[in-house]
């Protein structure tokens, strides 16, 4: 009997969850709705450096990871390296507000690293009413990057600025504003922002035939983490991330794009095979990147711009290859969201995952 009367209980309970999903749905969606408009993760940060990846993909479509996108965290100071498509979203996913970005760095100019820019200005300006433009900062021909992304979205920002009014997109802060630094020659290197305690480097990496393309290594309070940008094995990643507490590398396993290039061709898809091809030798494997690590004595690796995507829990083990074997501190593979931590005052390294 106490049985029966138990299934019937649950079975209204049920049926009036069924009857009132509508406003049970609204009231759930407000509080989520609600804590989302509160959030702000950098805010409750320790001192330090942090890195939080907007963007762990390649242009190999992955529909689990953004385009290339790195945000670095000093003190309360926020600056994007990169921003391929999909990286407002996982920023607002972190709970990182575009509107405190201060500047952005491009490594160089494929549009894997471009593709995510318009939206990411869009929310930094909208997000607390900028009267600057985003600064884009970046070796010769960032001036073009951001004379042309300000032209194509000209029309759409006299929309917002007409339809909100200036006092929420003032018209002043549309669009980008660029600062070109000069390249440096072979392995130098040179100095793009001093200020606050914070030193960041820009170096020129090997991702031929593609020029000029840089990393960067970011100094702040006795902490360091440098982002090598997309290269193959580069002397000049070396002597720039010597001793750094984090390098956040991009990675491409030769044995996998192998696989998808015999594929591509068994499918009688040339051009896609001859791509894949090509793309192999420009950025660095799993295991090159290990042993630079040793070389430059860096404390942990974070690799990134993963080619080709692993869609299934196990590939990254041939993706790694014998990289654990080459270098003995930790090396990760990036998620979108993912944060790594560098706080001020000590030597710890912390990993965890921001947002939702
Ligand atoms: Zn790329
Ligand atoms: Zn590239």
Not at 338 to 346: E, K, N, Q, T, V
Request: proline fraction near 7%; charged fraction near 20%; aromatic fraction near 6%.
């Amino acid at each position: 009997m106490k049985r029966v009367i138990a299934v019937v209980v649950i079975a209204v309970l049920l049926a009036g969850a069924w009857l009132f999903r509508g406003p049970i749905a609204l009231k759930l969606s407000d509080r989520v709705v609600a804590a989302g408009m509160k959030t702000d993760a950098v805010a409750g940060l320790p001192d330090g450096l942090h890195a939080f990846v907007c963007g762990s993909g390649s242009p190999l479509p992955d529909r689990t990871r953004a385009g290339p996108c790195l945000t670095v965290i000093a003190g309360q100071r926020v600056f994007l390296v990169d921003a391929g498509e999909g990286a407002a979203e996982v920023l607002s996913a972190g709970g990182i507000p575009a509107g405190r970005i201060d500047r952005l760095f491009l490594t160089h100019f494929h549009s894997d690293h471009l593709d995510g820019l318009s939206a990411v200005a869009l929310q930094r300006w909208v997000g607390r009413a900028s009267t600057t433009p985003l600064l884009l900062v970046g070796p010769p021909g960032v001036e073009r990057i951001a004379a042309g992304f300000t032209e194509a979205y000209a029309i759409d920002n006299t929309y917002r600025t007409g339809h909100h009014g200036p006092a929420v997109a003032p018209p002043s802060g549309a669009g980008f504003a660029a600062q070109a630094f000069a390249m440096p020659d072979g392995q130098a290197s040179v100095v793009v922002l001093d200020e606050g305690g914070l030193k960041v480097t820009a170096f020129r990496v090997d991702h031929g035939p593609v020029e000029p393309a840089v990393g960067y290594r970011f100094d702040y309070r006795g902490r360091s983490l440098v982002v090598s940008g997309d290269t193959s094995a580069s002397p000049g990643l070396v002597a720039n991330a010597r001793g750094a507490d984090l390098l956040v590398h991009d990675a491409l396993s030769p044995v996998l794009v192998r696989r998808l290039k015999a594929a591509a061709l068994a499918a009688g898809q040339k051009n896609r095979g001859k791509i894949l091809e090509d793309i192999i030798n420009y950025h660095a494997s799993p295991e090159d990147v290990a042993r630079e690590a040793r070389q430059a004595g860096v404390k942990s690796v974070l690799l990134t711009h993963l080619v080709p995507p692993l869609p299934l829990p196990g590939l990254d083990v041939p993706f790694v290859g014998d990289a654990r074997k080459l270098y003995d501190g930790p090396l990760w593979l990036a998620r979108d969201r993912d944060l790594i931590s560098l706080p001020a005052g000590s030597e710890k390294i912390e990993r965890k995952r921001l947002g939702r």
